[in-house]
C-alpha cells in the first residue's frame, strides 16, 4: 500500500476521485474464471473508457458464487490487470467475519488499494448499530488497508447517517458506498463528509451529487462501462463538464444518454440482471460469458429484444 493506517483518510481524499466501476467477472463455459476475458475488460475500461477506479468482486462480480481461494485469485488478477493504470477497491464482503479478515488480509498482501466491506445480514436483531459498530471496528483492528463500508437493501435493513458518521470515526474507514434514498446520503455528507468520502451508485444521481454535493468520487456501479464504448464516451464526458464547473453542458450531455439508460432498463428481465448485462457487454465487444448457477440465462427472444433495443439506442461503437 502507498499509505499506512494512520493516513489512509488523507491519502484516500486525495486519491479516490472519479469513476469507478464495479467490475463483472467474466466466465468459461465450464464455470472456470475466464482470466483473459477479465484482462481484456480491464484494458478497454482503463485505456478506452478513462475509469479510474475497479470494484473487484462483488454483488456485480457474482463474488456470492465464488469460492475463496477464487475471490482471491480475482484480487491478484486485477490488482496486476490494472498495473497501476487505475486503482483497485476489492469486496471482502462474507457472513463470517473470520472469512472478511482473510479476504481483507489477502488484499492487503498482494497490492490492492482498499477493501469493501457490506454491512451483513443480522439474523434477529432489529437494533443493530452497536453490532455493527463492534463489527467494523474488529474488521479495522486487523488490518491496515483502508475500508469502504457498504449498506444496501439487500442486508435487510440500511445503516442510518448517525450510525455511518459514528464509523466514520474509525482510523482506517475511507469511504462508503451508500445505497439509500438521496436525503439520507445528503445528511450522511453533511455529518461526516471530513472524514468519509460518501458515494452512491446511482449514475442518474451522479450529476446532481457533483453539482449540489460537491462530491469527486462515483463508487460504483456498471454504467461506466454499459453506457459508453470507446468512441461514445458520454459519462466521462458530462463528468469532466460538471468537475470543471460547466453545469449546463454538463446536463445536456447527461440527458442525452436516457435512450440508453431506457433501453437497458426495458430490456432487463426479472431476476436476469447479471445475464442481461453480460450480453450488452458483449454487444458492446467487451467479454460477458455465461452467470453462473443458480443465476438465470437470457432466452434467445431475451437476446434478441435486447439487441434489437441496443442497436436502435443511439449508443455509437
Excluded at 482498499?114 to 463489527?135: G, K, N
Excluded at 451522479?206 to 463508487?219: A, C, F, H, M, S
Aim: glycine residues 6%; negative net charge.
Amino acid at each position: 500500500m502507498e499509505y499506512d493506517r494512520s493516513n489512509a483518510k488523507s491519502h484516500a481524499r486525495a486519491t479516490m476521485r472519479g469513476i469507478w466501476a464495479a467490475a463483472n467477472t467474466p466466465f468459461l463455459s465450464d464455470g472456470a474464471i475466464d482470466e483473459e476475458g477479465f484482462r481484456r475488460n480491464v484494458d478497454h475500461w482503463i485505456d478506452d473508457l478513462g475509469i479510474e477506479g475497479l470494484f473487484v468482486a462483488g454483488k456485480q462480480g457474482e463474488f456470492f458464487s465464488m469460492s475463496i481461494e477464487e475471490r482471491k485469485r480475482l484480487f491478484e488478477l486485477s490488482v496486476t490487470a490494472a498495473g497501476g493504470r487505475a486503482q483497485t477497491i476489492v469486496s471482502c464482503s462474507d457472513q463470517n467475519m473470520d472469512v472478511v479478515i482473510e479476504l481483507a488480509l489477502h488484499a492487503q498482501a498482494c497490492g490492492a488499494d482498499y477493501i469493501v466491506v457490506h454491512a451483513p445480514v443480522l439474523h434477529f436483531l432489529s437494533a443493530q448499530d452497536e453490532t455493527l459498530l463492534r463489527y467494523y471496528q474488529t474488521i479495522a483492528s486487523k488490518v491496515d488497508i483502508g475500508m469502504a463500508l457498504w449498506s444496501h437493501p439487500d442486508s435487510g435493513y440500511l445503516m442510518s447517517p448517525d450510525l455511518c458518521n459514528r464509523l466514520a470515526d474509525i482510523e482506517t474507514v475511507v469511504a462508503i458506498k451508500y445505497s439509500v434514498p438521496r436525503e439520507m446520503y445528503k445528511n450522511l455528507t453533511q455529518l461526516a463528509d471530513d472524514r468519509i468520502l460518501v458515494s452512491t451508485a446511482s449514475e442518474s444521481e451522479w450529476l446532481d451529487n457533483i453539482l449540489e454535493l460537491d462530491w469527486r468520487l462515483y463508487l460504483c456501479s456498471s454504467p461506466p462501462y454499459t453506457l459508453q464504448s470507446r468512441v461514445d464516451r458520454r459519462m466521462r464526458q458530462y463528468t469532466d463538464l460538471a468537475f470543471a464547473g460547466k453545469a449546463e453542458e454538463a446536463r445536456a450531455v447527461r440527458d442525452s444518454l436516457e435512450p440508453v439508460r431506457k433501453a437497458l432498463r426495458d430490456t432487463r428481465p426479472p431476476e436476469k440482471m447479471f445475464a442481461h448485462q453480460k450480453y450488452w457487454q458483449e454487444l458492446l465487444g467487451q467479454v460477458g460469458g455465461p452467470v453462473r448457477s443458480p443465476l438465470l440465462e437470457l432466452t434467445e427472444d431475451e437476446k434478441r429484444a435486447t439487441r434489437e433495443a441496443f442497436e436502435a439506442c443511439g449508443l455509437q461503437t
